[in-house]
């Protein structure tokens, strides 16, 4: 398995205990963990980007075990991002992203059928960026539309990659809009 030279390795949690006056019971818990890694292919086009993607199986394994075990609850919710530096191409980034790393994050929670929503970007220290969530089963479980907004201050560099990987352990506060709920998706295919 190629090897993925890591800088650093952050990791973002949000926890709501409370919305609109109204406890949280339980609270919403969001978890991001992103590994901040060197591009191979920073300033240069390289047309065959598969190892990359057979790298995100390792460095999947160990960013995702992390979200989920932060997480301290079951995931209902998940999603996936990438950060890319200037020298690189939004490509570098999705190749770390593809169904390789998706299969690896629905492992360590425990699995999960549906889609896996995503956002890459280009940028550099200071960049923001909202990673979308879905639910893990079913992709129109409304009340689990949602994101996880990270500012990276000192990263990527511009030949690095932040890869991040996030999970929830339920719906937004306070959901009242009606749609498909979580609990009428057991035993459905989850690409409804």
């Known amino acids: 398995m190629p090897v993925v030279e890591?800088?650093?390795i952050y990791t973002q949690i949000e926890r709501v205990e409370t919305e609109a006056g109204k406890p949280q019971d339980p609270p919403l818990v969001k978890v991001a963990v992103v590994a901040i890694i060197k591009?191979?292919?920073?300033?240069?086009?390289?047309?065959?980007?598969?190892?990359?993607?057979?790298?995100?199986?390792?460095?999947?394994?160990?960013i995702t075990k992390m979200a989920a075990e932060a997480l301290g609850y079951p995931a209902e919710s998940y999603g996936k991002g990438a950060i890319i530096g200037t020298n690189g191409?939004?490509?570098?980034?999705?190749?770390?992203?593809?169904?390789?790393?998706?299969?690896?994050l629905r492992e360590s929670i425990g699995g999960g059928i549906a889609w896996i929503s995503s956002m890459t970007k280009r940028g550099g220290p200071g960049t923001t960026i909202d990673v979308p969530l879905a639910h893990k089963d079913a992709l129109y479980v409304r009340s689990h539309y949602d994101g996880v907004t990270i500012t990276?201050?000192?990263a990527p560099l511009p030949d690095e990659i932040a890869v991040i990987c996030c999970v929830a352990s339920r719906g937004?506060?306070?959901h009242r809009l009606g749609g498909l709920a979580a609990k009428d998706m057991q035993g459905k295919d989850g690409l409804v």
């Open 6 to 8: 890591i800088r650093k």
């Open 152 to 154: 990276l201050h000192d």
């Open 172 to 174: 937004r506060p306070n």
């Open 39 to 62: 591009n191979p292919y920073a300033g240069k086009y390289v047309e065959d980007l598969s190892e990359m993607t057979k790298a995100s199986v390792g460095l999947g394994q160990r």
């Open 89 to 104: 191409e939004q490509e570098h980034g999705v190749a770390y992203l593809t169904t390789a790393f998706g299969n690896v």
